[in-house]
Each structure stands twice: as C-alpha cells, then as structure tokens.
C-alpha cells in the first residue's frame, strides 16, 4: 500500500514538470473509489498549479481564470500509482484516469481500484473538506511540536501503536514506520498512548521523522522512475531494525525481535528494548 513517503516522492516526482501544464483533456475509466464530481472532458482548458501533499492525498489545483478554479484531490488506494508519459500508450485495464496536458499525460494505474481522483472547488470546501477533515498533523510540519504530540497523546488511551496507525493524531506513520519509530524511541507498542511521558513523546516524534526522511531519502535515491512508489517501502524494509524481522536477533541488545498482532495489523518489536 502506498504510505506518506511514496505519495511525497510522486508528488516530488509530479510537481514541477506539471507546474504551468496546460490541460487538453482526461478520460476516466472504470469506477474509482469516489466519482470524479464533474464530466471529465470538462477538464480540459485548466492550468496546473503547485501540486501539495496533504497525508496521503495530492492536491492538484486547476485554474481556468474564471470562478471556475478548483483541483483534483488524488488519492492511490491500496495499488494506486501515477505516471508521467510523455508519450502515453493506449490505456491498460488498470488505468483509471489520465489527465492529458500539454507536458505529457498523467496516469492513474490502479489495479484494486480503492484509489481516488475528486474534483472539488477547494481543499476547504466539500467533497475536500469531508476527506481530509479527520487528518492529524503533518510530521513535519514545524507547529507540530513535542509539546502538541504529547497533548495530543494524553488524551487517548488506546496503544500507542494504535493511535499513531490511526492516522489522526500525526499522518504518516502507516505500519512500517510506526514499528520502527517506536523501536528507534525504546517504546513498548502495546504502551497506553496517554502514559507516555513527554520526555518519552518528544523521542517518538524524533524517530518518526527520521524514520520518514530516511524513506524519503531512499525514495529519491533508489528510485530512478518514481512511478515505482512500492520500490521505496521495499527499500525501507531492507534495513529496517525490527519491521518483518520476527525471530532475528536484535542489533542493538541480541535479543529476539517478535511478532504480535495488534489491531489486526502485525507488530514487531523487542521486548527488552522496548519498555512500557
Ligand atoms: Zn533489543
């Protein structure tokens, strides 16, 4: 499933080739999630502005120098991804989407299907508004301090594991990060979020970023062609200290890194590093 860093490195990917991009046309194909909200040929005359992330959700302004100016909210799903294509080949089965400009088309490919592309007039009006209502913090956002994530957290009392997977507290910590955040931090995952001291909070935090800007790096590194967003999960994963390593040996105490189940989604930690 495509997490935060795949999105941003689309995005980083997507952004400026599209910035200015004049839209000749789209084409949807079969059902997305949510219905686009408008014919989509209608499209067509828009200029693309600054692409933005918000979670795992792109804002893709249109501007059509009338009262008309809105944007697509995009959203990958399950095994969504977009490409760029400069000489785009006849839709597959599984593309979705494609936004037609003047700097190539992008493409929406979406096997499953549970990924999105809205038209809204703004990202705070509807249908944006009631998608990205429930959103926590950005990570990285600056006003998102020790302090507020620590707030934040005393007033849930549900693991801490739990509360960062769900996404409304802080984006961004989809189940990779989350195990190895709460690694890097020496935090047990089954802790009540709401017991967590602020010492303790502002170490949480550090490691989710860096955990982040790790994935970003390897994303922008190791991937020559950003439509391959799975490839920077994947990467990850390769060095990553206890996330898919149940049963190896932990590197920094030797001992054995296990498996739980928590909330329906697998859990690795070390239980002598990791303290409640
Ligand atoms: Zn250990």
Redesign the pocket.
């Known amino acids: 499933m495509p997490e935060l860093p795949e999105v941003e490195v689309t995005r980083r990917g997507i952004a400026d080739p599209l910035r200015g991009a004049r839209v000749l046309g789209a084409r949807l194909g079969k059902p997305l999630r949510w219905p686009l909200g408008r014919a989509a040929p209608s499209l067509a005359g828009g200029t693309v502005g600054d692409i933005v992330r918000r979670g795992k959700y792109l804002w893709l302004p249109l501007q059509y120098g009338a009262d008309d100016d809105g944007g697509l909210l995009l959203h990958l799903g399950m095994s969504g991804s977009l490409a760029l294509l400069h000489a785009a080949p006849p839709p597959g089965p599984h593309d979705h989407f494609d936004l037609v400009t003047d700097r190539g088309t992008l493409r929406l490919n979406d096997p499953r299907r549970f990924g999105a592309v809205v038209w809204s007039a703004s990202l705070h009006e509807a249908p944006a508004a009631a998608l990205l209502r429930r959103l926590g913090a950005e990570p990285f956002d600056p006003a998102f301090t020790p302090q507020v994530f620590h707030a934040a957290l005393q007033r849930r009392r549900a693991p801490v594991k739990a509360v960062l997977l769900g996404g409304d507290v802080v984006v961004g910590a989809g189940n990779i990060y989350a195990c190895e955040a709460l690694f890097q931090a020496g935090i047990h995952p089954a802790l009540r979020a709401d017991r967590i001291s602020r010492p303790r909070a502002a170490r949480l935090l550090a490691a989710l970023r860096g955990t982040l800007a790790r994935a970003l790096d390897l994303g922008g590194s190791t991937l020559r062609d950003f439509t391959d967003v799975h490839g920077v999960g994947g990467a990850f994963q390769s060095e990553a200290a206890v996330y898919g390593r149940a049963g190896a040996a932990?590197g920094?105490?030797g001992?054995t890194v296990r498996r739980v189940v928590q909330a329906q989604r697998s859990t690795y930690f070390?239980p002598?590093?990791q303290r409640r």
């Open positions: 932990c920094r105490c001992g070390c002598s590093c």
